[in-house]
T-cell receptor
């Protein structure tokens, strides 16, 4: 089945540093979504992107929908300890099906 | 109150047993989904439903069945559970329409098949 290529798989950073992660696909998507998942919980939506080239912010988070519609990135500025978790990208294709990346595990060192 | 709820939150069962996982939503969304999550594999789609009379197989539907009893309820059944169905199961909902869709997830059901 189709999976998105998400990188990096894991990150260990110092508190206060900026974080960047991205997802790529061989297929075009109509929607890109970014989620955060805490242990034992369901993914929680962070940012939704609906148009190619769209750049959207949510507090310290910024995400962009790639011009080719085959990629997206998520940036977190000035990381804090509560940013720890697993971040997933998801794309919706023209058939209204969602595909998920394998996740980026973020550890923030105080 | 949570918009998307799942019951049970945790379940241990034995090989060969039939079990059902329930999902309810108060968001008024027409579309509902069941995913399983395994370490290192992300989320994989099992079944999805775009309305009460619509059921579609996802990427990994073998060994599973679903029932959309009402717009707000979507249940997942394992007719004869096997150990490799041990996983974290998530229900999600979305509302069709422009400019796009966003999925909202339940808290998950952790299933262990012995």
């Amino acid at each position: 089945g189709q999976q998105l290529n998400q990188s990096p798989q894991s990150m260990f950073i110092q508190e206060g540093e900026d974080v960047s992660m991205n997802c790529t696909s061989s297929s075009i998507f109509n929607t890109w979504l970014w989620y955060k998942q805490d242990p034992g919980e369901g993914p929680v939506l962070l940012i939704a992107l609906y148009k190619a080239g769209e750049l959207t912010s949510n507090g310290r988070l910024t995400a962009q929908f790639g011009i080719t519609r085959k990629d997206s990135f998520l940036n977190i500025s000035a990381s804090i300890p509560s940013d720890v978790g697993i971040y997933f990208c998801a794309g919706e294709n023209t058939g209204n099906q969602f595909y998920f990346g394998t996740g980026t595990s973020l550890t923030v060192i105080p | 109150d949570a918009d998307v709820t799942q019951t049970p939150r945790n379940r241990i069962t034995k090989t060969g047993k039939r079990i059902m996982l329930e999902c309810s939503q108060t968001k008024g969304h027409d579309r509902m989904y069941w995913y399983r999550q395994d370490p290192g594999l992300g989320l994989r789609l099992i079944y999805y439903s775009f309305d009460v009379k619509d059921i579609n197989k996802g990427e990994i539907s073998d060994g599973y069945s679903v029932s959309r009893q009402a717009q707000a309820k979507f249940s997942l059944s394992l007719e004869s559970a096997i150990p490799n169905q041990t996983a974290l199961y998530f229900c999600a909902t979305s509302l069709a329409g422009a400019p796009g869709e966003t999925q909202y997830f339940g808290p998950g059901t952790r299933l262990l098949v012995l």
